[in-house]
């Protein structure tokens, strides 16, 4: 065993043979109406960036089983690296879509003050998410140093550092992976294989059978399985996650899905990706694979379908009425939030800056001076 074999447990008309996932219908509808609000934002956003509204965003369309799949088998006590593709966890850890939104406006509610770009969210609450990160890999040992301070203070917090197959290729992955598995940290790698690392395929990415078989340069155990199946997904997550936290070590999971869209809104995935890959992955849909499982086991119908998908809809779309009206941060929020005492400098342009908005005629917070 190399970690090749594929793990898949829905088959593509919905069956699931001789396979239960111990879950109640409730967690099973919660699952597929949380990817169906993973849909819905992405529409919005799109439509929001490309009226010009918000600045940019990064589809998930393609990559929900994987992400909810994976969420699912963490406590609200883990702590998650995500990638930028990886709404579905905020969204299934209870993360209101409004607070998502807040960040894709940058507004004076969102957790990074209008400082980060579109998509880079953060929260403590309701569930550790740390902030995205732009350079591709640096999170990946963020989440082993986490993880081993778990360790270190005897708490069985698990970290699930999340990425894409680009991701393998920086020097992050590796050290990562190397430290990880010298020091048995409670941390799974979620490798999402998407084929792509924006127009670069994996042939050009990697002469490996794969990326679940780097594992075994590092010591443990890599796993491959079918992304758009969330069973699957969170099967394997669940297997990694025990094994982190008694104490056995990390494990790589790499999760085959496809991205139906672009790496992001300011990108053309019809330059690079041959027509006739995304026809046949469109065939493989998760969010389809998904409600002909729960229609098999009896729990959906176009009624529940027409339900979720209208509430998922109406949440979203209230979410950025909110946060498109929600004011911007104001000025002094560039200068607060970092120091406890600001150093003479950044005072100093804080001071230069409140100067010119107000001969600007800006608003300025209050309407005070430098500090309020
Ligand atoms: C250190 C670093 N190098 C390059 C980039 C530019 N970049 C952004 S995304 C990306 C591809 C990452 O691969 P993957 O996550 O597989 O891409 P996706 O599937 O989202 O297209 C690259 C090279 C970056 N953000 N950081
Ligand atoms: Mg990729």
Request: proline residues 6%; hydrophobic residues 40%; charged residues 20%.
């Given at each position: 065993?190399?970690?090749?074999?594929?793990?898949?447990?829905?088959?593509?008309?919905?069956?699931?043979?001789?396979?239960?996932?111990?879950?109640?219908?409730?967690?099973?509808?919660?699952?597929?109406?949380?990817?169906?609000?993973?849909?819905?934002?992405?529409?919005?956003?799109?439509?929001?960036?490309?009226?010009?509204?918000?600045?940019?965003?990064?589809?998930?369309?393609?990559?929900?089983?994987?992400?909810?799949?994976?969420?699912?088998?963490?406590?609200?006590?883990?702590?998650?690296?995500?990638s930028?593709?990886?709404?579905?966890?905020?969204?299934?850890?209870?993360?209101?879509?409004?607070?998502?939104?807040?960040?894709?406006?940058?507004?004076?509610?969102?957790?990074?003050?209008?400082?980060?770009?579109?998509?880079?969210?953060?929260?403590?609450?309701?569930?550790?998410?740390?902030?995205?990160?732009?350079?591709i890999g640096?999170h990946i040992p963020?989440?082993?140093?986490?993880?081993?301070?778990?360790?270190?203070?005897?708490?069985?917090?698990?970290?699930?550092a999340s990425f894409g197959d680009g991701g393998t290729s920086s020097i992050g992955f590796h050290s990562a992976l190397n430290?990880?598995?010298?020091?048995?940290?409670?941390?799974?790698f979620l490798c999402q294989n998407n084929g792509w690392a924006?127009?670069c395929?994996s042939d050009e990415q990697t002469a490996s059978k794969g990326y679940a078989i780097k594992a075994?340069a590092y010591?443990?155990?890599g796993?491959t399985?079918?992304?758009?199946?969330?069973?699957?997904?969170?099967?394997?997550?669940?297997?990694?996650?025990?094994?982190?936290?008694?104490?056995?070590?990390?494990?790589l999971i790499e999760a085959?899905?496809?991205?139906?869209?672009?790496?992001?809104?300011?990108?053309?995935?019809?330059?690079?990706?041959?027509?006739?890959?995304?026809?046949?992955?469109?065939?493989?849909?998760?969010?389809?694979?998904?409600?002909?499982?729960?229609?098999?086991?009896?729990?959906?119908?176009?009624?529940?379908?027409?339900?979720?998908?209208?509430?998922?809809?109406?949440?979203?779309?209230?979410?950025?009425?909110?946060?498109?009206?929600?004011?911007?941060?104001?000025?002094?929020?560039?200068?607060?939030?970092?120091?406890?005492?600001?150093?003479?400098?950044?005072?100093?342009?804080?001071?230069?800056?409140?100067?010119?908005?107000?001969?600007?005629?800006?608003?300025?917070?209050?309407?005070?001076?430098?500090?309020?």
């Amino acid at each position: 065993m190399d970690g090749t074999d594929l793990l898949t447990l829905i088959e593509g008309n919905g069956d699931a043979p001789e396979f239960d996932p111990g879950m109640s219908d409730e967690e099973l509808l919660y699952c597929y109406g949380t990817m169906l609000t993973v849909r819905a934002f992405d529409d919005i956003c799109l439509k929001l960036q490309r009226g010009g509204r918000i600045g940019f965003s990064i589809p998930n369309k393609g990559i929900e089983a994987t992400q909810v799949g994976a969420a699912s088998a963490m406590r609200k006590s883990d702590w998650i690296f995500p990638s930028y593709r990886d709404f579905g966890m905020a969204l299934y850890h209870g993360v209101p879509p409004v607070q998502m939104m807040h960040n894709m406006f940058g507004n004076a509610e969102d957790t990074t003050r209008g400082r980060q770009m579109p998509v880079h969210f953060s929260w403590t609450e309701p569930i550790h998410f740390v902030s995205i990160s732009s350079p591709i890999g640096t999170h990946i040992p963020q989440a082993v140093g986490a993880a081993r301070a778990f360790q270190y203070r005897g708490e069985d917090h698990v970290c699930l550092a999340s990425f894409g197959d680009g991701g393998t290729s920086s020097i992050g992955f590796h050290s990562a992976l190397n430290f990880a598995g010298v020091w048995k940290a409670p941390v799974v790698f979620l490798c999402q294989n998407n084929g792509w690392a924006i127009s670069c395929p994996s042939d050009e990415q990697t002469a490996s059978k794969g990326y679940a078989i780097k594992a075994q340069a590092y010591g443990m155990p890599g796993v491959t399985v079918d992304g758009n199946d969330l069973l699957a997904v969170r099967q394997a997550t669940l297997e990694a996650v025990a094994r982190a936290r008694a104490g056995d070590g990390p494990t790589l999971i790499e999760a085959l899905t496809f991205r139906m869209g672009g790496h992001s809104t300011s990108d053309d995935p019809s330059k690079y990706v041959p027509k006739e890959q995304l026809e046949e992955w469109a065939k493989r849909d998760p969010v389809t694979r998904m409600q002909r499982y729960l229609e098999r086991r009896g729990i959906w119908t176009q009624a529940v379908e027409d339900r979720i998908l209208a509430e998922a809809q109406e949440r979203v779309a209230e979410a950025a009425r909110i946060a498109e009206h929600t004011p911007r941060p104001g000025l002094e929020t560039i200068f607060s939030d970092v120091y406890a005492d600001l150093p003479a400098h950044l005072r100093k342009q804080g001071e230069a800056a409140f100067d010119l908005a107000k001969r600007k005629g800006d608003a300025v917070a209050g309407g005070g001076e430098f500090p309020l």
